[in-house]
């Protein structure tokens, strides 16, 4: 299910993870909304146990003119609330890329 939230809100939506962990980077004014699919926070929380380390959301949510900016595809998950970009404590971005993909 996504769900939708005004940018900016501190709303905890999870064990470790709070809403604004997904807002767009951008600055825009017309960009005030962050729309997060609760099936990627379950992945995430899943991940996090298993790990033992926190997770740093580098990017979620992107507006559609974030993610131009930024070089994303016209189709990036991340438009949708379906995609982060992450940084694991202690674990290198291979290794965080080759478990990720290993779990399908």
Request: hydrophobic share 30%; aromatic share 8%.
């Given at each position: 299910?996504?769900?939708?939230?005004?940018?900016g809100?501190?709303?905890?939506?999870?064990?470790?993870?709070?809403?604004?962990?997904?807002?767009c980077?951008?600055?825009?004014d017309?960009?005030?909304?962050?729309?997060?699919d609760m099936?990627?926070?379950?992945?995430?929380e899943?991940?996090r146990?298993?790990?033992?380390?926190?997770?740093?959301?580098i990017s979620?949510?992107?507006?559609?003119?974030?993610?131009?900016?930024?070089?994303?595809?016209?189709?990036?998950?991340?438009?949708?609330?379906?995609?982060?970009?992450?940084?694991?404590?202690?674990?290198?971005?291979?290794a965080?890329?080759?478990?990720?993909?290993d779990?399908?």
């Open positions: 299910m996504i769900r939708q939230f005004p940018k809100t501190d709303e905890q939506i999870s064990k470790h993870f709070n809403a604004k962990d997904f807002d980077h951008c600055m825009r017309n960009c005030r909304v962050t729309y997060i099936a990627l926070i379950d992945y995430l899943r991940n146990a298993k790990w033992g380390s926190p997770i740093h959301i979620g949510f992107r507006c559609t003119d974030h993610n131009r900016s930024v070089g994303g595809k016209p189709g990036s998950r991340h438009l949708i609330g379906q995609a982060a970009d992450i940084k694991v404590d202690g674990m290198t971005p291979t965080v890329g080759r478990d990720c993909a779990a399908g």
